[in-house]
């Protein structure tokens, strides 16, 4: 099916309460009747407590629906094929971005040795944990209203360094306790300057400039993302990377994919262990962070078992297994497909 742009300022089809349901107008003022238009509409799944709710009169819109939420957000219904092409995109974007880590890692911990806790260490440090681990940026309106926490906003209190490792105890998002462990030397030594640096309930990543502390927000980690990688780049393409490499893993290891059973109970395995990983569902894991190729290869018998035995080898201590040699045979394995 060819799509074409949908116009949200045209007039399009509107819903209204009516009884326990709704009913829905025309943009020509009519009832919509359409057995077609009215199937289509149910199968968009529009939240009930979605309010101006606009839908496209076309069913070839890349937009299909738009409505405003409980918390006033506007939030939008894409066209299946328009969302299975941005999904490739993406899953391209991130799979390139893969293929320069190498090189990022090693600006990074160039930029982390030294003294003091300048602008430049203290970024690259957080970049460092983004790659270690799998936090969330974090908002700031989220840690003032909800007190959740990702990696911008997190708290001395919530870090504690031992013997090389940090671990990291927080309440995430939806209020889940949430807990961290990073074993990095270098990461651990600042990580305690920082913490020296002010009370429990001071901001944890701060840099001295100019004589006076920053705290390091949101947008400063971003934006240090797209000066180190030349493009937009976010801590979700770190959560989606680590969480495919994760899945390409647990695959491999999973038994052939012979029958429609054994497959179905590999996946589900594997993302479950990939939502641990992630602090989220495993229903949302595969939906927003597992590159959907991976599913289709292992169906077709092709993993990265073949590297299994050198999982580990080639990376140092602290560092996850599926760095290294894991993250070269999945940037492969993608790259056929």
């Not at 009519?30 to 077609?36: G, H, K, S, V």
């Not at 990543?205 to 971003?222: A, C, E, F, P, Q």
């Amino acid at each position: 099916m060819r799509l074409t742009r949908s116009d949200r300022s045209a007039p399009g089809i509107t819903r209204h309460r009516r009884g326990h349901g709704f009913s829905y107008t025309t943009p020509s003022g009519q009832t919509l009747t359409d057995p077609e238009d009215l199937q289509r509409v149910k199968d968009l799944v529009i939240p009930p407590a979605w309010t101006s709710v606009w839908i496209c009169p076309s069913p070839r819109g890349h937009i299909q629906a738009v409505g405003y939420d409980q918390a006033g957000r506007l939030q939008y219904r894409y066209h299946d094929e328009w969302r299975r092409k941005r999904d490739l995109a993406k899953y391209e974007h991130v799979r390139d971005m893969a293929t320069r880590l190498p090189r990022i890692r090693r600006v990074l911990a160039e930029r982390m040795r030294g003294r003091g806790l300048s602008r430049d260490r203290v970024l690259s440090t957080a970049v460092r944990l983004l790659d270690l681990g799998s936090f969330r940026i974090g908002g700031e309106r989220y840690a003032d209203d909800n007190d959740t926490y990702g990696l911008a906003t997190l708290r001395c209190e919530h870090a504690r360094c031992s013997q090389g490792e940090v671990v990291f105890t927080y309440p995430a998002k939806g209020g889940r306790k949430r807990v961290q462990v990073i074993s990095d030397p270098v990461v651990c030594q600042i990580i305690r300057s920082l913490r020296r640096r002010g009370p429990a309930r001071a901001g944890l990543l701060r840099y001295w400039s100019h004589r006076k502390w920053h705290d390091v927000r949101s947008d400063d980690i971003n934006a240090y993302l797209q000066d180190l990688f030349g493009e937009e780049v976010t801590a979700k393409d770190f959560r989606t990377w680590h969480a495919t490499v994760l899945a390409a893993v647990g695959l491999a290891v999973s038994s052939p994919a012979d029958s429609p059973r054994t497959r179905k109970r590999a996946v589900a395995r594997v993302m479950a262990e990939v939502a641990d990983y992630l602090g989220n569902t495993p229903a949302l894991a595969r939906a927003s962070y597992v590159d959907p190729r991976l599913i289709d290869l292992y169906e077709e018998g092709r993993t990265i078992a073949a590297i299994l035995p050198k999982l580990g080898k080639d990376v140092p201590g602290g560092v996850m297994a599926t760095h290294g040699e894991a993250e070269r045979a999945v940037i492969r394995l993608l790259g056929r497909t």
